[in-house]
Protein backbone atom coordinates (compact mmCIF):
# COMPACT_ATOMS: atom_id res chain seq x y z
CA UNK A 1 0.00 0.00 0.00
CA UNK A 2 3.01 2.53 0.91
CA UNK A 3 4.20 1.71 -2.63
CA UNK A 4 0.95 2.31 -4.40
CA UNK A 5 1.02 5.76 -1.77
CA UNK A 6 4.39 6.80 -3.09
CA UNK A 7 4.12 6.27 -6.68
CA UNK A 8 0.44 8.29 -6.32
CA UNK A 9 2.79 11.01 -5.17
CA UNK A 10 5.35 10.30 -8.01
CA UNK A 11 2.63 11.31 -10.22
CA UNK A 12 0.80 14.19 -8.64
CA UNK A 13 4.96 15.62 -8.50
CA UNK A 14 4.94 15.09 -12.32
CA UNK A 15 1.63 16.15 -13.40
CA UNK A 16 2.18 19.52 -10.88
CA UNK A 17 5.37 19.87 -13.19
CA UNK A 18 3.65 19.81 -16.01
CA UNK A 19 0.82 22.25 -14.90
CA UNK A 20 3.23 24.52 -13.68
CA UNK A 21 4.60 24.55 -17.08
CA UNK A 22 1.20 26.06 -18.53
CA UNK A 23 0.59 28.70 -15.32
CA UNK A 24 3.38 29.99 -15.41
CA UNK A 25 2.69 30.93 -19.26
CA UNK A 26 3.95 34.45 -18.96
CA UNK A 27 7.50 34.00 -16.99
CA UNK A 28 10.37 33.31 -19.10
CA UNK A 29 10.65 29.74 -21.17
CA UNK A 30 13.96 28.80 -19.06
CA UNK A 31 11.85 29.11 -15.54
CA UNK A 32 9.14 26.98 -17.32
CA UNK A 33 11.39 24.13 -17.99
CA UNK A 34 13.01 24.09 -15.22
CA UNK A 35 9.84 23.71 -13.46
CA UNK A 36 8.92 20.72 -15.62
CA UNK A 37 12.32 19.11 -14.95
CA UNK A 38 11.69 19.57 -11.17
CA UNK A 39 8.58 17.79 -11.21
CA UNK A 40 9.97 15.14 -13.13
CA UNK A 41 13.15 14.68 -11.25
CA UNK A 42 11.10 14.91 -7.75
CA UNK A 43 8.90 12.64 -9.17
CA UNK A 44 11.60 10.12 -10.27
CA UNK A 45 13.06 10.16 -7.34
CA UNK A 46 10.36 9.12 -4.90
CA UNK A 47 9.21 6.08 -8.16
CA UNK A 48 12.98 4.77 -7.32
CA UNK A 49 12.15 4.14 -3.90
CA UNK A 50 9.48 2.27 -4.38
CA UNK A 51 9.26 -1.95 -4.90
CA UNK A 52 8.74 -1.15 -9.12
CA UNK A 53 11.57 1.34 -9.06
CA UNK A 54 13.58 -1.20 -7.18
CA UNK A 55 13.01 -3.51 -10.19
CA UNK A 56 13.02 -0.87 -12.37
CA UNK A 57 17.11 0.12 -11.40
CA UNK A 58 17.86 -3.60 -11.40
CA UNK A 59 16.80 -3.86 -14.87
CA UNK A 60 18.31 -1.00 -16.04
CA UNK A 61 21.93 -2.12 -14.31
CA UNK A 62 21.36 -5.82 -16.28
CA UNK A 63 20.48 -3.54 -19.42
CA UNK A 64 24.21 -2.37 -19.30
CA UNK A 65 25.51 -5.39 -18.99
CA UNK A 66 23.52 -7.23 -21.81
CA UNK A 67 24.59 -4.18 -24.26
CA UNK A 68 28.33 -4.78 -23.08
CA UNK A 69 27.89 -8.04 -24.52
CA UNK A 70 27.04 -6.98 -27.89
CA UNK A 71 29.64 -7.25 -30.38
CA UNK A 72 28.82 -3.86 -32.65
CA UNK A 73 29.66 -3.83 -36.55
CA UNK A 74 32.92 -1.96 -37.58
CA UNK A 75 32.48 0.79 -39.20
CA UNK A 76 33.05 -1.21 -42.62
CA UNK A 77 30.68 -3.03 -42.21
CA UNK A 78 28.25 -0.60 -41.22
CA UNK A 79 28.78 1.23 -44.63
CA UNK A 80 29.05 -1.74 -46.32
CA UNK A 81 25.60 -3.04 -45.05
CA UNK A 82 24.04 0.61 -45.39
CA UNK A 83 25.42 0.32 -48.88
CA UNK A 84 23.83 -3.07 -49.58
CA UNK A 85 20.54 -1.68 -48.15
CA UNK A 86 20.60 1.10 -49.92
CA UNK A 87 20.72 -0.77 -53.31
CA UNK A 88 17.73 -3.01 -52.76
CA UNK A 89 15.62 -0.19 -51.57
CA UNK A 90 16.67 1.67 -54.97
CA UNK A 91 16.04 -1.84 -57.23
CA UNK A 92 12.70 -2.36 -55.07
CA UNK A 93 11.31 1.53 -56.32
CA UNK A 94 12.69 0.58 -59.99
CA UNK A 95 10.87 -2.60 -60.26
CA UNK A 96 7.52 -1.07 -58.85
CA UNK A 97 8.12 1.78 -61.11
CA UNK A 98 8.45 -0.75 -63.96
CA UNK A 99 5.69 -2.75 -62.40
CA UNK A 100 3.01 0.08 -61.93
CA UNK A 101 3.95 1.68 -65.49
CA UNK A 102 3.45 -1.71 -67.24
CA UNK A 103 0.28 -2.01 -65.76
CA UNK A 104 -0.64 1.59 -66.47
CA UNK A 105 0.17 0.67 -69.78
CA UNK A 106 -1.80 -2.44 -70.50
CA UNK A 107 -5.29 -0.93 -68.42
CA UNK A 108 -5.27 2.21 -70.16
CA UNK A 109 -3.97 1.58 -73.67
CA UNK A 110 -4.65 -1.89 -74.16
CA UNK A 111 -7.73 -2.91 -71.98
CA UNK A 112 -9.55 0.59 -71.91
CA UNK A 113 -7.94 2.57 -75.25
CA UNK A 114 -7.40 5.34 -73.49
CA UNK A 115 -4.07 7.20 -75.26
Known amino acids: MADKLKFALALILIAA ?21 AGVIAG ?28 WPTRKETVQMTGIVFAFVVAMAVFLWVTDKSLEWVLYDIVLGWK
Open 17 to 37: GVAGFYLLSEQVLVLRVLVVL
Open 44 to 71: ASIAWFTEPGRRFAVFLRETVVETKKVV
